[in-house]
């Protein structure tokens, strides 16, 4: 499957963006699939995952409460709607697809998409 995230751009504190990963192929609803994002400076971390169904979520504590993932099998799209954005939030996210184990860990997702740069300014 390939993926291709949108959707990100400059946002005030406090504000809201909403994240779209694109998927193609008809092996798109098989997969569970996670967000996760990249700092300057900083390693990969998990963001969010959601199952096959879209109906058993998990969230990084950082983000829980404020991130919300979704999904829509039907148009192979996966989204990560973020709202209460802060400072600590900039970085580039991205979608990923079908981890053998581990969903918080990004050596275990066999897809990946090419990442959309969210930046929050204080």
């Known amino acids: 499957v390939q993926l291709q995230a949108s959707g990100g751009g400059l946002v005030q504190a406090g504000g809201s963006l909403r994240l779209t990963c694109a998927g193609s192929g008809r092996t798109f609803s098989m997969y569970s699939m996670g967000w996760f994002r990249q700092a300057p400076g900083k390693e990969r971390e998990f963001v969010a995952h959601?199952?096959?169904?879209?109906?058993?979520?998990y969230y990084a504590d950082s983000v829980k409460g404020r991130f919300t993932i979704s999904r829509d099998n039907a148009k192979n799209t996966l989204y990560l709607q973020m709202n209460s954005l802060k400072p600590e939030d900039t970085a580039v996210y991205y979608c990923a697809a079908n981890p053998k184990s581990g969903i918080e860990r990004s050596d275990q997702y066999d897809y990946w998409g090419q990442g959309t740069l969210v930046t929050v300014s204080s």
């Open positions: 959601i199952n096959w169904r879209g109906d058993s979520t």
